[in-house]
């Protein structure tokens, strides 16, 4: 099956730095990678996502790059402000057959004033 | 708006009671829910997969008979969490997939079991 790994566990950041964090899978198959921001006791709530046919999507001040080849996907946050600290977790599957998502362990990420 | 409901948020109970979990899709069909786990800190741990009108499908290490799935409907599954005990205790999502693809998941607001 799907293992997602991801790096780091835990970011500081400065206010208005920039924040990445990284994730790599093991199923070649894989073509679907969701990004989820996970605020204390909320639930997760998809803030991005990319599909296998394209290496780079970008929304206002987030973005994800994807390497096939290299089965890695990242998600780059700019002008990063308070507000954007949380937990934040990587998926992937298999697109077209409701197939569970596989999550990595999750990035804490703080954002220092 | 949320596309997916749970409830109750939150429930507290003696060990040895059994607790049920609703995960409703609000605007749109699910033949396929899934329920996760998360303890503090821990990223969220699939559960099992639900089915409309066929039995669960469960992850390996996830007793079924102390979990019990029921996707009675097109918008409804449920988890009961039977004889529930103190280490059962902990963050319990579904989630629906929708959209193009079916991949996109939507989850619920989450429901925090504490077993006394």
């Known amino acids: 099956g799907e293992n997602v790994e991801q790096h780091p566990s835990t970011l500081s950041v400065q206010e208005g730095d920039s924040a990445v964090i990284k994730c790599t899978y093991s199923d070649s198959a894989s073509n679907y990678f969701p990004w989820y921001k996970q605020e204390l006791g909320k639930r997760p709530q998809l803030i991005i996502d990319?599909?296998?046919?394209?290496g780079e999507k970008k929304d206002q001040r987030i973005a994800v790059t994807l390497n096939k080849t290299a089965k890695h996907f990242s998600l780059h946050i700019t002008e990063t402000q308070p507000e954007d600290s949380a937990v934040y977790f990587c998926?992937?599957?298999?697109?077209?057959?409701?197939?569970?998502?596989?999550f990595g362990s999750g990035t804490q990420l703080t954002v220092l004033p | 708006g949320a596309v997916v409901s749970q409830h109750p948020s939150r429930v507290i109970c003696k060990s040895g009671t059994s607790v049920k979990i609703e995960c409703r899709s609000l605007d749109f069909q699910a033949t396929t829910m899934f329920w996760y786990r998360q303890f503090p800190k821990q990223s969220l741990m699939l559960m099992a997969t639900?089915?409309?009108?066929?039995?669960?499908?469960?992850e390996q290490g996830v007793e079924k008979d102390k979990f019990l799935i029921n996707h009675a409907s097109l918008t409804l599954s449920t988890l009961t969490v039977t004889s529930a005990h103190p280490e059962d205790s902990s963050f319990y999502i579904c989630?629906?997939?929708?959209?193009?693809?079916?991949?996109?998941?939507?989850f619920g607001p989450g429901t925090r079991l504490l077993v006394l």
């Open positions: 989630s629906a997939p929708r959209g193009q693809g079916w991949e996109t998941q939507y």
């Open positions: 990319i599909r296998s046919n394209v």
């Open positions: 998926a992937a599957t298999l697109s077209g057959s409701a197939r569970q998502l596989t």
């Open positions: 639900s089915n409309e009108g066929s039995k669960a499908t469960y």
